[in-house]
């Protein structure tokens, strides 16, 4: 396949990456078909052909002036009652985008992308119209996230420090509260042994870490590591960790809990982040979250993270304005038909389009809602159906005064309603701290039960009640969380214990006109650059398919 030879072929490549004039990061071996370079820029590539030649031997997605365009608001139409297309492409988040931007640059014109939404973007949404626009999804880009640099490049969006260093954190656990330099030594501290050094926020995530064989971030898929696809608690178990480690690996755990996630999947994204943090020769350790954490900068170059200035939703639009009038907005599919020799696609709005090639660049979430006939069969229609989803609900505000002079560390993880405060670094030219209350998987169910003012209102109420300096001193302006908006259903994907054997490689085979990307269907990538990654294989599928 010709994705799998890409891969393979750039491996050997020896790297130094340079993103503009600045350099972004050392030579990198044999993890080079992660990363772009930034200094080779390609000549426009005129066909279909030319497309598939340049990905076998290049490491990333085509860069330079055939996708260059001015940013700006993108240009919607509505559908004709019944459309023929080459290529239909369902959702406009940074997948679908970017599926729909190469295969327009390999010369296939004749495509349109459905949104089921009223806007573009998927989860990357910035919320400019609350105080201190907000991040509701997307945010972090990384050193070596190639692909997304290099979109920022052509589409002239400025890089900037992410501004969301954490001050540091403290505990309160079982109603008492320990700071992070005390914690190790606490009595409130129930772990044992080399346990009782690891903060209760990041238990899961570290203890996890300790049994973490993978070398590259695409190892999960190998069957030799099938014995890591299980749940969180099992593997702690397993290596006779406490009864204490357990509980709070449990509140702690980057899925849901301790039960409900693979941590083959969860430790993939180590292996990333790890390419990442080194990417720049930055200490491992340093991107550990949320302890103060510093954003490293490497001279001039980008920071270890960063956002793009001004929200990172201004990528979608301007990759929505660059393919212009073929990305309708309020087009929520009902059916997928494939039992001819073109897909017949239609939407609740009662428009219809047939296509050669199908992509679904939705999130499973969305996609069982949608009618597919035939239906898929065996280890695919398993993960179309029960592939898991996290549930984060985060809510923002101004810390109008600071409250810390009673001796708890400004930022603080606790075992009750409000599971993590992050009070924020003051950005230049703020005159007042952030704040984001952080809640993941059973903590964030339980406050999405209450319409938004009822769940801001329980939740400044439970902080004051732990921490009375806080009372008076927090404005709340917002709170969002994906399992909430009804087209995507959850923050993310989360392979239950598992699915990874069960179906990590089978879920993304073409099934007969139809194929699939997503951040869900990422191989070797995380975040906004493993969405990007998931079009840039689909268009590539779909490139060997179309006349």
């Known amino acids: 396949m010709v ?238 960790h406490s009864a204490e480690a357990l509980h709070l690996a449990n509140l702690s755990s980057t899925g849901n809990d301790a039960l409900s996630a693979s941590c083959l999947s969860m430790m993939q994204e180590q292996a990333r982040a790890r390419i990442d943090a080194r990417f720049g020769n930055i200490e491992l350790g340093k991107e550990q979250r949320p302890y103060g954490f510093d954003n490293v900068r490497n001279g001039t170059g980008l920071a270890l993270i960063n956002n793009i200035e001004g ?41 219809s389009f047939t296509a050669d090639r199908v992509i679904s660049a939705i999130p499973f979430t969305s996609l069982r809602k949608i009618a597919i006939n035939p239906l898929p069969e065996g280890a695919q229609a398993e993960a179309i159906s029960y592939l898991g989803y996290a549930h984060t609900t985060r809510a923002f505000g101004t810390i109008v005064e600071p409250f810390w002079d009673d001796g708890i560390d400004p930022s603080f993880y606790s075992d009750g309603l409000v599971k993590m405060f992050w009070a924020l670094q003051r950005r230049n030219g703020d005159s007042h701290h952030r704040f984001m209350v952080v809640m993941t998987g059973a903590a964030a169910s339980r406050i999405d039960q209450f319409a938004p003012d009822e769940a801001l209102a329980m939740i400044e109420a439970e902080i004051a009640r732990i921490r009375p300096s806080t009372r008076g001193k927090l404005r709340f302006s917002g709170i969002f969380g994906w399992q909430n908006v009804g087209l995507i259903g959850g923050c993310r994907h989360m392979f239950a214990p598992g699915q990874v054997t069960r179906f990590g490689n089978a879920m993304i085979e073409p099934f007969r006109q139809l194929h699939f990307a997503g951040e869900h269907t990422r191989r070797a990538d995380f975040g906004m650059e493993a969405a990007l990654e998931s079009g840039e294989r689909a268009a590539i599928e779909v490139m060997e398919k179309v006349a």
């Not at 806007?119 to 996230?145: C, H, K, M």
Request: net charge positive.
């Open 3 to 240: 994705v799998r030879a890409h891969y393979a072929a750039v491996r050997a490549i020896p790297v130094v990456q340079r993103f503009g004039d600045r350099k972004v990061g050392p030579q990198l071996g044999n993890i080079a078909h992660l990363i772009l370079l930034f200094n080779w820029r390609l000549p426009l590539l005129t066909s279909r052909r030319q497309i598939l030649a340049g990905f076998a031997g290049l490491p990333l997605a085509l860069s330079g002036h055939a996708l260059r365009a001015e940013t700006g608001g993108a240009v919607f139409k509505s559908a004709l009652a019944s459309e023929p297309r080459k290529v239909v492409i369902i959702g406009a988040g940074l997948a679908g985008l970017q599926a729909a931007l190469l295969l327009k640059q390999a010369g296939i014109d004749d495509i349109v992308v459905l949104e089921g939404s009223k806007r573009i973007g998927g989860r990357v949404f910035t919320a400019d119209w609350l105080e201190n626009a907000p991040e509701f999804g997307a945010s972090q880009i990384g050193r070596s996230y190639a692909r997304v640099l290099d979109l920022c490049n052509q589409f002239n969006l400025k890089l900037i420090p992410e501004d969301r260093n954490l001050l540091t954190m403290a505990s309160h656990i079982r109603g008492q509260w320990v700071n992070a330099a005390d914690w190790a030594n606490s009595p409130v501290n129930k772990m044992v042994g080399e346990e009782r050094s690891i903060q209760p926020a990041l238990t899961g995530s570290q203890l996890m870490g300790r049994y973490n064989r993978l070398k590259d971030p695409v190892d999960w898929l190998d069957p030799a590591f099938a014995d890591l696809d299980v749940s969180l608690e099992q593997l702690l178990k397993r290596h006779g």
């Open 311 to 351: 929200g990172c939703e201004r990528l979608p639009k301007a990759m929505a304005s660059a393919l212009g009038d073929i990305v309708r907005t309020g087009k929520t599919v009902g059916s997928i038909d494939m039992t001819g020799t073109r897909a017949v696609i239609n939407c609740l709005d009662g428009s």
